[in-house]
């Protein structure tokens, strides 16, 4: 260890790792994981969603499970619920999406709209 | 590679018993069958302190907390939980199964009253990854001290902490490393005590299996305080599972350039050694210890001089203890005032207590200063099992005492325990009921100290056994009128005059006892009665006629044969005989059998 400088380096790199087990005042990303969801494509919906976070070094976010919440015919679903409780409910998502919903959402705070149920049961 | 999740299986010694080791591996094969191990990232920890409840797995994201976990559990979570995200209730922590939440560990009242600082990062990092401990701010501290403060300003901080030894003695530890500081030699040693003997105490041990890092961190800090560039680790060797991830943490540590030469770009260089104790407890004295640790038979000697002039290989050297040197690193990164503002007047900071004995929530806990022993019963350790009464607490182990039941709303600190006769000790805490005879305590400390006395000075070596002999007689129903005298005269004597802290502090059980249960050493000598039913000499087990229906079901359970009669019709335990098993009295429907 040569300097104070290389010990934060490790130190940023390491607590991405250890990131996930703080979970004060975060907001969350829901999956829907029941069977309904799994069979329709929601296990690389997830993953997308944890690789797309930990790729943009985005720590103020957890993914979590959740069960079937009665829309079968709409999963892949998920919620992104803000730290104020604000929901927002994405429906038929793919892995690409997922993405797409990282980067505009979460990163840049701007819902997307054609993503999310309101807008997809108009059709 | 990006984890979604983290299942945190905690790897202590208790857990460890209780099939850890098989449920990681379940973890490992579950994962792997159902495709995820790429998802799901399975972590070994140290203690999260509620042994109690383990073998404990925590799952992250949603901080599940599962209790009591078997192999055959990790089926249910990793097919419910993991993969389809439904929290398995059954085994959530404490909670009623009705409640559809599951509760961060900090929300468990057993967590809720607790101040965590030198178990900061016990149950919460994989103890053998160096970087999960930089993750949370370690050796930051160390690279603070080398590149921005002098080893008087390190010293001052500690000293204005208002930190204590934290082994027993409650010394403070700022002074002590002024009087290392001052001297000038060649060479200069810090040692780091981590010989845990009290009976009941496993502190030291869990903050090694849970966090090594802390303790090679905060030596280093004090290496560089009082300008020394060894450090010694004396551990016992009957703690495999913390050599273990000891010696593992040194090595990630010089790899690292933590440990060597010239730490941080500066003048400054440190090793650390390890030395296996051989499980002696008067190598738990700072002068044995370093003997020992000089591979010479474990003795102590007289003081002065004391070691912050001569100490290993007669040089200037400071030894503390495994959870003062856990506390140091925060101290460091928070400052004096942040330390001094926890606790009481004269006691700062927190102490961690192993709970044992009659209590519910047997584990590890740290609490501020200050914290009555009530609410680290009741409301920590949650209460005494079957609703029995609490009758005493003891602390302080071989070396301690009792604290009675009406002083059980004193805060717990260093001065308010000694004044109750007792003392901090290193943290070990027997919570005691109705059912157990202090006389008999007394006796097993003694039995210990009995055997541990190293046999060098007189006082120890003669004076412990007679005080043991004369409390067998008492326990054995031959107690005589002056029995408590000789037993004081003894405790007086052998406090005055032994050469070291394990023969200064033996009698104290005794004496403790003594102050506060007197009553109960008149019952056995005078009445040739134990109170509690525990000293088997002195009760008999009798059959209430008017309750006996003579149904001769205690007559076929007596593995001695005492018990005799017709049935239909009152039976009779011959004293002659009974052995005072309770075989009888178990076994009987009616109650009709009884101690006296």
Known sequence: MKSLAELKAIREKALKEINLRDNADKIRVVVGMATCGIAAGARPVMNAFVEELNKRNIKNVNVLMTGCVGACRLEPMAEVIDARGEKTTYVKLDADKARK??????????PVIEYTIGETERE | MFYRSHVLVCGGTGCTASQSNEIIKQFEKLLEDNNIENEVKVVKTGCFGLCEKGPIVVVYPEGATYSRVTPDDVKEIVSEHLVKGRIVKRLLLGEKEAEDVSKALEDVGFFKRQHRIALRNCGVINPENIEEYIAREGYLALGKVLTEMSPAQVIDIIKKSGLRGRGGGGFPTGLKWEFASKPQ????????????????????????EGDPHSVIEAMAIAGYAIGADKGFIYVRAEYPIAVTRLNIALKQAKEYGLLGRNIFGTDFSFDIEIRLGAGAFVCGEETALMTSVEGKRGEPRPRPPFPANKGLWQKPTILNNVETYANIPAIILNGPEWFSGIGTEKSKGTKVFAIGGKINNTGLVEIPMGTTLREVIYDIGGGIPNEKKFKAAQTGGPSGGCIPADKIDTPIDYDNLTELGSMMGSGGLIVMDEDNCMVDIAKFFLDFTVDESCGKCPPCRIGTKRMYEILEKITEGRGEDGDIEKLE??????????????????????????????????AHIYEKRCPAGVCKALLRYVIDEDKCKGCSLCARKCPVNAISGELRKPYHIDQSICIKCGACMETCKFGAISKV
């Open chain 1, 101 to 110: 919903i990282v980067v505009e959402h979460l990163v840049n705070g701007r």
């Open chain 2, 185 to 208: 030699a060649d060479q200069k040693y810090v040692c780091c005590n981590a010989d845990e003997g009290d009976p009941g105490a496993f502190m030291d041990r869990s903050i090694l």
């Open chain 2, 489 to 522: 005269l003894l405790a007086k004597n052998i406090k005055a005059s032994a050469l070291c802290g394990l023969g200064q502090t033996a009698p104290n059980p005794i004496l403790s006892t003594l102050r506060y249960f007197r009553d109960e050493y008149e």
